[in-house]
């Protein structure tokens, strides 16, 4: 009894989480014409012509490239200067520790409108304004902060006296920490990998004050679409759910681990 | 866990000083510079000492968007706390059930900000949208968010539980699955029913993880821009102009640079004293009231 | 391509205002790394290392900086003293 | 206060279970007295917190009834049993006081707050836990803490058992012995039905009258401390009782007197009658303590090698060598023990035969 009313408020709460992803599926699969003119639960003639118009127009398509490449930078940069902070942080005690982790801190905390402006202006005298690497610096600003906050977490759960064995046994320390310890927090990088992925991925503020063309992401290129005249509904739905698939198949391959993510609580 | 005292450790935090203060501080110095003055162009400004801040300080819409701002990061928790515990509450705890629950749940944190708010414009219509037509032509409640400011806010609202509820469902989730069985034994065989066992025992043992959800949901409602800024643009009128929105309309839009690096500090440091408000909250935590 | 400082659009009070921040901070960092100072109690509610004091003794400055721009019509050098002074009274009984 | 029946339990967490081994217990027939003080004894995963769950009714059994007083409650859950039950840790309501810790079960029950409140300190005082009624109960000591998981047992009067799920585990050393004799205490003095369970075999003889001890998801033995320790029915009691454990030797039979590769052992004269027509593997038994260790040939004598002493206060353990078999014997340290060789005795009316891992008798 107990159990069917708890299954029922879930299941509706499931609905409601669906019921406006489906909406914007249903208008992706139908024509702009189609949408303006009748009001339908599910899309009576299904067309691809949004996907195919997408797919076709490099400006489109080439927004979905650039969004790719900035997060893959991010990513790795910032997987790769957190790592050995981490571990500072999760092992040290040093001058400064504290105040530095929560400096750190706030910089996951600052709003990103702050920053816009003088990256803006930052950038374009390095000349770099309009690049890849770009957007993927600025948005090391949140990315590499998390990155060092999930992984300590993650870090401080292995025991030091692995650390403590590994060195009596005559281990450098880099060859410890590439062979040893990072298999043993495997789990933890990918868990830190999924959030930068997924903080780059989303963000839309400095990625688009950052880029002019070349380096446009997707999340830029739909908001000019809403601003221009004419609004094309099934495009923009066409380029939203096209949004969507890669953070859903990221989810698919981190789902075992994510809840331990989360549990850390540092996200 | 004792840590072992070395300074040397420094070499291993660098890299990411030098990034984050690359990203941090230099622009945070720059924000301090056009603060102070009165910006024409490249290398033609005027020191003006602090009437920006004066300005801002006093300026009326700042007022307004820092009690929206509040209101509605106050109405973000009010809704999406007990709501996020609840499904927690309903989630299953084992079987296959959990993955799939798991993923639909997070599915909306994973959608880029823009899109969301995409979403919500082709979901909310009055014409062409579920909801928005649904309100209009089957209840027959008019609805219009790009008119009526009420209507704005709700569709806001939901947006933002429908986008962030699930972040507090899993972390209360992953609190809950915490607690060892034993905990739900001993309560059975005392008695407790399944209220007093959610108040003295799921709820205790959740408290570290609902802090964090807690916080982080007060400091990332306060930062919001890109929902609203697709969803409304910030209107009709000024109504769902939040500090964000605000602050990059003076800084990026009409490029005042003085005014909207004086307000970028004002708002920079609000968050800074909550940021420091929720870092002791985490070392409690950390320091022994662990579940 | 060079880089310069220009567009950051420095002034006299920003550089002297930014460079004792640092200086501070490095000092700090030097007199912790020489004598490291235990945590402790003083009128503030939590426990405080010297530099946890000075986080908050200018983060509390830059409110009091707020009240009195946005409030008062007085000349900022007497707000400078304050809140020397202030920083001072947090260092030190904080 | 009940007497506790177990009638032909099995339980299986699977959910269609066909082989033996699906069984996390396989068949338990058994009964408790009413006011015993009874420890399980046995391995991590012998089923022992299974059997436990299923008296205090956390699980149904896949088979079997389970009876308090004579009157079935196989299908009754925990709260409708009137048992209690203390985990291996101490689980506690951390927010409240200890007062309400202790209060909660009788709060639950719907009972008048003043009859409560005579209930809570009566057994505070019991426990030594007044002092402690207005502090927060999160912030006690670990044996402080169990005192509490405890006495939200004791305080229902109606409490037919109380059930114990190896409570000493976090317990400091020094205090699990205070503990220890605490809760004989307030068994002696409330004449309650106690189950302990635990692997310690030193907690479980020191504390129960009766013993039961599982292994593999079976009793295999169920008896005073003394039974257990001097005709243990199964080579694994032999084994699991006793510090070192008995001494097995795989042997065959010929007339009265056993052959271990090559020796002879004499042996009791009923023992080998009733041994002659068993089947299966035959295995000899001896306690390290019973077992002679002799300078000098003689008699019924068996020579063997010493490998090792150790000096253990009052006592030495002596691990020989009997061809491929090892052997303990302890001795008392006034006895003098030979340089290399040593000639063992076997006196018959310690020596045990086990046929297929039982005690022929």
């Not at chain 1, 997987?79 to 400096?103: C, E, H, M, N, T």
């Amino acid at each position: 009894m107990k159990g069917r009313k708890k299954f029922v408020g879930l299941a509706i709460y499931f609905i409601l989480l669906l019921v406006p992803i489906y909406w914007m599926l249903n208008m992706s699969l139908r024509s702009n014409a189609d949408i303006l003119a009748s009001f339908a639960l599910y899309p009576k003639d299904i067309t691809l012509m949004n996907y195919m118009n997408i797919f076709t127009d490099s400006s489109w398509y080439m927004g979905y490239v650039n969004s790719m490449i900035y997060v893959a930078l991010n990513t790795a940069i910032s997987l790769f200067v957190a790592l050995p902070a981490a571990y500072a942080f999760s092992r040290y005690q040093f001058v400064g520790d504290k105040q530095l982790f929560f400096w750190l801190l706030t910089n996951r905390m600052a709003p990103a409108a702050v920053f816009a402006l003088p990256f803006f202006q930052l950038y374009s005298t390095v000349g770099l304004l309009d690049t890849h690497i770009a957007v993927a610096l600025a948005h090391c600003l949140f990315n590499v902060p998390l990155a060092v906050w999930i992984l300590e977490g993650f870090m401080s759960g292995i025991p030091r006296e692995i650390d403590e064995t590994a060195f009596i046994d005559g281990y450098s320390f880099p060859r410890f920490f590439i062979t040893i310890f990072i298999p043993l927090i495997r789990a933890g990088v990918g868990v830190t990998a999924f959030f930068c992925f997924m903080f780059s991925w989303v963000e839309l503020l400095l990625a688009r004050t950052l880029t002019v063309t070349e380096a446009k992401p997707i999340s830029a290129i739909m908001t000019r679409t809403i601003s221009a005249t004419g609004l094309d509904y099934g495009l923009l739905a066409a380029a939203g759910i096209l949004t969507i698939v890669p953070g859903a198949m990221v989810i698919w391959f981190v789902r075992n681990h994510m809840a331990k993510g989360f549990a850390l609580g540092r996200v | 866990m004792e840590k072992w005292p070395n300074n040397r450790a420094w070499l291993l935090v660098l890299p990411v000083f030098v990034i984050v203060a690359f990203s941090a501080i230099i622009p945070l110095m720059t924000v301090i510079n056009y603060s102070v003055q009165d910006i024409f162009g490249p290398n033609q400004a005027i020191f003006v000492g602090f009437e920006w801040f004066r300005e801002m300080l006093a300026d009326k819409r700042l007022h307004d968007a820092l009690w929206r701002q509040f209101l509605f990061s106050g109405l973000v928790l009010v809704i999406e706390m007990p709501l996020g515990i609840l499904i927690a509450l309903a989630m299953p705890k084992k079987g296959w059930g959990v993955s799939l629950c798991l993923v639909t749940i997070a599915l909306p944190l994973l959608i880029p900000w823009n899109t969301i708010g995409t979403i919500w414009i082709i979901f909310t219509r009055p014409d062409i949208g579920l909801f928005g037509a649904g309100m209009n032509s089957l209840l027959g409640i008019p609805f219009d968010h790009t008119a009526r400011p009420l209507d704005a806010w709700i569709t806001v609202m939901l947006m933002e539980v429908w986008h962030w509820t699930p972040l507090v469902a899993l972390l209360a989730y992953a609190g809950l699955r915490a607690i060892p069985e034993a905990y739900y034994q001993a309560a059975r065989i005392d008695g407790a029913s399944a209220w007093s066992t959610f108040l003295y025992i799921q709820l205790p043992k959740m408290r570290g993880v609902l802090t964090i959800a807690f916080l982080l949901r007060f400091m990332d409602s306060f930062l919001i821009y890109a929902e609203p800024f697709v969803l409304t643009g910030g209107g009709p009128g000024n109504s769902t102009t939040f500090l964000s929105l605000y602050l990059v309309k003076i800084a990026l839009l009409q490029f005042d640079l003085g005014p909207g690096g004086a307000f970028s500090l004002i708002y920079f440091v609000i968050v800074l004293l909550f940021s420091f408000i929720f870092y002791q909250a985490l070392e409690r935590i950390g320091k022994g009231d662990k579940v | 391509m060079k880089f310069t400082l220009a567009w950051m659009e420095w002034t006299v009070p920003t550089a002297i205002f930014c460079s004792t921040i640092i200086a501070i901070v490095i000092a700090m960092t030097i007199w912790q790394t020489v004598s490291p100072s235990l945590e402790r109690r003083g009128f503030l509610p939590i426990p405080t290392t010297p530099g946890d004091r000075l986080f908050i003794g200018i983060l509390t400055s830059v409110y009091i900086f707020f009240a009195w721009i946005g409030l008062t019509q007085f000349s900022p050098w007497i707000l400078l003293g304050i809140v020397v002074c202030w920083v001072l009274v947090v260092m030190i009984w904080g | 206060m009940a007497r506790i029946e177990l009638n032909e339990v099995a339980h299986s967490y699977l959910p269609k279970p066909v082989k033996d081994s699906d069984y996390a217990l396989k068949r338990i027939h058994n009964v408790w007295e009413d006011g015993a003080a009874c420890a399980l004894l046995g391995p991590s995963g012998c089923g022992k917190t299974t059997l436990l769950n299923i008296v205090s009714g956390l699980l149904i059994p896949s088979k079997g009834r389970v009876l308090y007083d004579g009157k079935e409650v196989t299908a009754l859950p925990p709260e409708k049993r009137n048992i209690a039950q203390v985990f291996q840790f101490p689980v506690l309501y951390d927010t409240m006081s200890v007062y309400n810790n202790l209060a909660f079960p009788l709060r639950n029950r719907g009972i008048h707050e003043k009859a409560v409140r005579e209930r809570v300190l009566e057994i505070a005082d019991i426990l030594d836990l007044t002092d402690f009624l207005k502090k927060r109960a999160a912030g006690l000591a670990a044996d402080a803490k169990q005192k509490i998981s405890l006495g939200r047992g004791l305080v229902r009067s109606d409490v037919a058992a109380i059930l114990f799920d190896e409570p000493l585990t976090v317990i400091d050393p020094q205090l699990k012995w205070h503990l220890r004799r605490k809760l004989k205490e307030i068994h002696e003095k409330l004449k309650l039905t106690f189950i302990y369970v635990t692997h310690d075999q030193v907690e479980a003889l020191t504390f129960a009258d009766q013993v039961a001890v599982m292994f593999e998801g079976e009793i295999v033995q169920i008896g005073s401390p003394q039974e257990l320790f001097e005709n243990p029915e199964h080579r694994f009691v032999g084994y699991f009782i006793g510090s070192p454990g008995m001494n097995f030797l795989e042997c065959t039979l010929e007339g009265n007197r056993a052959h271990v590769n090559g020796t002879e052992i004499l042996l009791d004269e009923t023992t080998a009658e009733k041994s002659r027509n068993k089947k299966g593997n035959l295995a000899l038994g001896i306690r390290p303590m019973y077992l002679g260790v002799h300078p000098n040939p003689g008699g019924d004598r068996v020579k063997a090698d010493i490998r090792m002493v150790e000096d253990q206060g009052n006592y030495r353990i002596v691990t020989l060598k009997l061809g491929k078999h090892t052997l303990k014997a302890s001795l008392s340290e006034e006895r003098p023990i030979p340089e290399k060789e040593a000639w063992l005795s076997f006196p018959t009316e310690w020596t045990r035969l086990f046929a297929d891992g039982w005690l022929i008798k």
